[in-house]
């Protein structure tokens, strides 16, 4: 199976050039960002040997028409989606927090509330939740945004402390999160899912706010399938999932967590190709569309020629 792992174009123009986890970033003339979304895959914030097929066309595709269902709450970052793995859009300053919002306690807040935990980021918990119940009302996690290695949490009063975003515009940014989950819930139980949690990202440009990277994706978010949620949770087993938490799952049971002296287990082309379906699967259950994969013979040199067009098109 073809995939795309890195790209290394040279576009006219191109100012600058930056490779994040998953996404390979163009600067075009200091104003517009290429962004490439890869078939890299990172989980515990490390980047596996294994690229994933489409992955990089499911995120590009599902954040576009996110993007695009939420510009009337905020406006974003997006001017073309010249290929089903880019979008070009516009150039901001982003903030240095990424904004997490939880409905439920599952994945990381559940792992620290399993540990004694009962503040995350300085939001209190009560006693006595289960894995994946859900929150009395949804909670605002912030992480600090790390360019290299691990996210970590962070409170709201620390951020106003320290200076990170000031008061204005982080209020601005706890608004945006709290409308776009709830779009973000409103428009998965149409589809018969449940957002569990997720994450936005802003920036600012000309002193205005936008919403930037991807939205509502299974990198960024996490789903439960509606229809057995409440079964399983009151037998007390797993919920049935759309994320990436089941190869967080799988890499721990091999013992991995991308901690110091950890190495990241062989990953075969069975699951190389389950990690596959299961972004594909999302896809079709978030959008109501059928999966169009794109024509992955000489990806890289489609991607280079929509891309090329895209400029010429802006310039």
């Known amino acids: 199976m073809s995939a795309i792992k890195e790209t ?32 890299r895959i990172s989980a515990f914030d490390v980047i596996l040997p294994e690229p994933i097929p489409f992955k990089g066309q499911v ?12 510009q009337d709450i ?16 516009k150039m901001c300053e982003p903030f240095k927090v990424e904004m997490v919002i939880r409905g439920y306690l599952a994945g990381h807040a559940w792992r620290e509330y399993s540990a004694g935990k009962r503040e995350i980021c300085g939001v ?16 605002i996690t912030p992480t600090t945004k790390a360019a290299v290695g691990h996210d970590e949490d962070i409170s709201r009063e ?9 008061e204005e515009d982080y209020v601005q940014l706890e608004n945006y999160t709290r409308q776009l989950y709830l779009r973000g819930v409103e428009i998965a139980a ?17 002193g205005k706010i936008y919403l930037i990277d991807e939205i509502h994706t299974p990198d960024s978010s996490r789903y439960f ?21 089941f190869l967080r799952r799988w890499l721990i049971e091999n013992g991995f967590q991308g901690k110091e002296g950890q190495t990241v287990p062989f990953m075969s082309e069975e699951l190389v190709q389950s990690v596959s379906d299961r972004y594909i699967e999302l896809y079709e259950h978030i959008t109501g569309e059928k999966f169009r994969k794109a024509d992955a013979e000489a990806a890289l040199e489609r991607v280079e020629n929509n891309i090329l067009e895209s400029i010429n098109r802006l310039n």
Do not use: C, H
């Open 8 to 39: 290394n174009f040279k576009f006219p123009g191109q100012t600058n050039f930056y490779r994040g986890k998953v996404r390979d970033v163009y600067t075009i003339s200091g104003k517009f960002l290429v962004m490439v979304a890869s078939d």
């Open 59 to 70: 995120l590009n595709q599902i954040a576009a028409k996110f993007l695009q269902a939420t």
């Open 74 to 89: 905020v406006p974003n970052w997006v001017i073309d989606v010249p290929d089903p793995s880019v979008t070009v859009g």
């Open 124 to 139: 209190s918990l009560p006693e006595g939740l289960r894995e994946n119940d859900p929150l009395p009302e949804p909670i």
């Open 158 to 166: 620390a951020i106003l402390k320290q200076g990170i975003v000031a």
């Open 190 to 206: 149409e589809r018969g899912l449940i957002l569990v949690d997720t994450k936005y990202e802003f920036g600012k440009s000309d």
């Open 225 to 245: 399938y509606l229809d057995t949620y409440k079964e399983l949770q009151e037998k007390g087993e797993p919920q049935r999932q759309l994320s990436k938490e």
